[in-house]
């Protein structure tokens, strides 16, 4: 795999492992709740599914790119460098994105410690479901 093409799936990993989504969102209220040391089993999991989830998704590509190998100009000779390469990038740009979702659940763990505080947040992510449910019933 050359080097642009590393690069561009690095970019491309890291942005799909920063972008909200059930796992990040769980992992934020985990700390939120629970703090970083009981949150860290549950980043395992995140990155250990994530992990068996690409290697999957890569040998199934492979059997595609088997049949019909015009499709995919520059990859590597074996499907295990593949996924290896694809697995890694994916692993490593979570661990990288993982944390910062867990620092924001952290963050407002602190900011929820008054009654008051707790009250704003809850009103807000009330209005942010509303807002979502009437852009799908509208939209």
Do not use: E
């Not at 740009?93 to 910062?100: Q, R």
């Amino acid at each position: 795999m050359n080097s642009t093409l590393l690069l561009s799936l690095a970019g491309f990993a890291f942005i799909s492992a920063i972008t909200p989504g059930p796992n990040n969102l769980l992992l934020m209220s985990s700390t939120a709740l629970f703090g970083w040391q009981r949150s860290l089993p549950h980043l395992g999991g995140v990155l250990l599914g994530f992990a068996i989830l690409m290697t999957s998704a890569v040998f199934g590509l492979g059997s595609v790119v088997a049949k019909w190998p015009w499709l995919v100009t520059a990859i590597t000779d074996s499907i295990v460098q593949r996924a290896m390469i694809i697995v890694g990038v994916f692993f490593i740009a979570g661990v990288v994105a993982c944390p910062i979702w867990m620092m924001a659940g952290d963050a407002l763990s602190r900011y929820m410690s008054s009654g008051k505080s707790a009250t704003y947040v809850n009103l807000a992510m009330g209005t942010l479901i509303l807002l979502t449910a009437l852009h799908i019933l509208l939209g």
